[in-house]
């Protein structure tokens, strides 16, 4: 059984930094595609950060120089630390993944698993 949990969320002030962790079970998808996505109030769900299909980090425009994504292929997990985070960053960020990169020639792909969220509040 496929189960992605995520950890790190919180409350913080402008400025400030968050870890967030996604652990994976049930297949290793640390090799493949896992990534993360956030949706804030009243707005749809979008791409923060994954592996391209060449293993390149891909980042959303508002989050470069800011957010940085890691993997453990071993542990089967993606993190991705925030640092300056700004009130726009506040959302739900999930963590995706597929048996595929999400990501592939400048396409973005629907992860076909999710994990249940993780709030993220930053204060002005």
């Known amino acids: 059984q496929v189960r992605l949990v995520e950890s790190g969320g919180g409350l913080v002030q402008a400025g400030g930094s968050l870890r967030l962790s996604c652990q994976a079970s049930?297949?290793?998808?640390?090799?493949?595609?896992m990534g993360w996505f956030r949706q804030a109030p009243g707005k749809g769900r979008e791409l923060v950060s994954v592996?391209?299909?060449?293993?390149?980090?891909y980042y959303l425009d508002s989050v470069k120089g800011r957010f940085t994504i890691s993997r453990d292929k071993l542990k089967n997990t993606v993190d991705l630390q925030m640092n300056s985070l700004k009130p726009e960053d506040t959302a739900v960020y999930y963590c995706?993944?597929?048996?595929?990169?999400?990501?592939?020639?400048?396409?973005?792909?629907?992860?076909?698993?999710w994990g249940q969220g993780t709030q993220v509040s930053v204060s002005s």
């Open positions: 995706g993944a597929g048996n595929e990169a999400l990501r592939v020639d400048g396409q973005n792909r629907e992860p076909p698993y």
């Open positions: 049930g297949r290793n998808f640390a090799t493949s595609g």
């Open positions: 592996f391209d299909w060449l293993g390149g980090e």
